[in-house]
């Protein structure tokens, strides 16, 4: 079985850093695009980063130069290193990811979230 299981979530006061994994698990035969999005109580989800499996990134305009994404193909992990970070990026944060879980058939997984907190 195919999954994604997010880690690193936390509480950390405002201007601190916390660094997300999102490890995937079960028997891969590819993985395309990874990323990660955000949902606030009362909001939208929304993106937050991407990146491709060539290394390819796209961030939100609200995280730019503050949020990293990477990935690991050999662990088939993504991160998101958070700095500076605002009470506005509280919300529980969710991995996603493209995976074929049989050859050249693939499917838009999610992780369960891991909630993310910043105090003022």
């Known amino acids: 079985q195919v999954q994604l299981v997010e880690s690193g979530g936390g509480l950390v006061q405002a201007g601190g850093s916390l660094r997300l994994s999102c490890a995937a698990s079960g028997i891969i035969f590819g993985i395309n695009a990874m990323g990660w999005y955000r949902q606030a109580p009362g909001k939208q989800r929304e993106l937050v980063a991407s990146?491709?499996?060539?290394?390819?990134?796209n961030y939100a305009d609200s995280v730019k130069g503050r949020f990293t994404i990477s990935r690991d193909n050999a662990k088939n992990t993504v991160y998101l290193q958070m700095n500076s970070l605002k009470p506005e990026d509280t919300a529980v944060y969710y991995c996603?990811?493209?995976?074929?879980?049989?050859?050249?058939?693939?499917?838009?997984?999610w992780g369960r979230g891991t909630q993310v907190t910043v105090s003022s």
């Open positions: 996603n990811a493209d995976m074929a879980g049989r050859p050249a058939h693939f499917y838009n997984y």
């Open positions: 990146i491709s499996s060539g290394g390819s990134t």
